[in-house]
């Protein structure tokens, strides 16, 4: 279904006269995407152009971010999508140390999935930490996610555990072998 001629998505929250308000939520909801990633945001290009490439496409776009240091807004509206960040302290670089917080985020980010699932089709969720909660919401209410691996987490968190390094990567092989989406396979594992 297509948005009548002339109306953007972001100011999509109003039906049109003649419309009807269910009608009209599912238009709005059906191609709604959110993009998750453990960081503010501010900036980050690649998803950056990635909402912006959504947003011009006609998609309706949020980012949850993850405010670690609490210096920046709650919301922000950009070029055609909304960045809203979830303030929870925490540091960069910082290995098992960051672990309360990071647990912290996912259960934010999870909370904010699930009282959101009614506006979105779709998850992008960028890197293992954000993937976890979204693999749990789009299990429980069928909505799709796109796992886009832009570091390889593993490599990337400073942990000379080998332990928790194997862990991690098991964890990112695992995540990255479902496929959502799709209604032969839904919530089932890729066949290799």
Not at 130 to 148: C, E, H, N, Q, Y
Not at 155 to 178: H, T
Not at 183 to 189: I, L, M, V, W
Request: aromatic share 8%; net charge positive.
């Amino acid at each position: 279904m297509d948005l009548p001629a002339g109306l953007r998505r972001a100011d999509a929250h109003i039906p049109p006269a003649g419309v009807q308000r269910r009608v009209w939520k599912q238009l709005v909801q059906a191609v709604t995407v959110i993009i998750c990633r453990s960081n503010p945001v501010a900036p980050d290009p690649r998803v950056e152009r990635t909402a912006e490439t959504l947003s011009a496409a006609g998609i309706s776009t949020l980012v949850l971010a993850w405010d670690r240091g609490w210096d920046l807004p709650a919301q922000e509206d950009r070029a055609g999508y909304r960045v809203h960040r979830v303030a929870i302290r925490g540091q960069f670089g910082h290995g098992l140390g960051n672990l309360a917080p990071l647990v912290q985020w996912q259960l934010a980010l999870f909370r904010q999935l699930v009282s959101r699932r009614h506006t979105f089709k779709a998850i992008h969720a960028c890197d293992l930490d954000t993937v976890i909660p979204s693999l749990l919401v789009a299990r429980a209410w069928r909505k799709k996610v796109v796992f886009d691996i832009f570091d390889s987490y593993p490599d990337m968190v400073r942990v000379n555990s080998p332990l928790a390094r194997g862990i991690a990567r098991r964890l990112e092989q695992w995540a990255g072998s479902f496929q959502y989406g799709s209604r032969s396979s839904e919530g089932t594992p890729k066949p290799r």
